[in-house]
């Protein structure tokens, strides 16, 4: 499987991805302490990894500041969790009933 290249550099090999907007950085392009790009045209693109991507114009700005896929893993095991939780407290009710019912 072929690497992607740098965004800035088309003949080096990316190993870095900017958490601010998306692109695909070789390792002189990219910072390692903030994660993003050291150029200052690097701008969020609301949840777009791709810098040609429009679907999103017009719309207002996303109120985490660009950043929506950096924690997508953990609010997706929140989500299942919390499901999880509905579903026991909704079995212990029904149990509970149950139980106070002579069931």
Known sequence: MQRPSCAYHPNRE???QCLRCGRMLC???YDPERRICIYKDCRPLEGSYSSHDDRRE???PDPRGGQSGLNTGCRIVVAILAIMG???LLLLA???GMLFLNY
Do not use: K, N, S, V
């Open 14 to 16: 990316a190993h870095h």
């Open 86 to 88: 509905g579903l026991f």
């Open 27 to 29: 390792d002189e392009c």
């Open 58 to 60: 017009g719309r207002p």
């Open 94 to 96: 029904i149990c509970g």
